[in-house]
């Protein structure tokens, strides 16, 4: 039995914790992100909605998630920007459809395809 993992004793030392310090540290930067993007959709969804606009575009790509994500569309917009929506309906590729510019009460937008 190694006498230095006994039961009271401690795993980790000073010297191992300054030798793996950048790893620590990028795990924590790491984590933090994840903690501020979670905390900015939930943010985004609270936030009331405050116009809805009815817009032009068109279909280019789909990709199929796996699992209960749907499809995630690539749209270009009339002044050629380019768009991301989930959605779980069909649309046909190259197809012309209208879509909806969503801006919320603290300044986000998104789009959605209309229900």
Known sequence: MNPGWGFMSMPWTY????RNALGLVISGCFFAMLF??????????ASPIRTVEAI?????????????HGT????????????LIND??????DSH????RVTRDNG????????
Not at 108 to 115: A, D, G, L, T, V
């Open 15 to 18: 010297a191992g914790l300054k």
């Open 36 to 45: 501020a993007l979670a905390r900015n959709d939930w943010a985004n969804d």
């Open 56 to 68: 032009d575009a068109t279909v280019k790509s789909a990709q199929w998630g796996k699992g209960s």
């Open 72 to 83: 995630i569309y690539v749209l270009f917009l009339e002044n050629g920007s380019p768009v």
């Open 88 to 93: 779980d309906r069909p649309h046909l590729i």
């Open 97 to 100: 459809v209208s879509i909806e």
């Open 108 to 115: 986000f937008i998104f789009y959605r395809f209309p229900e």
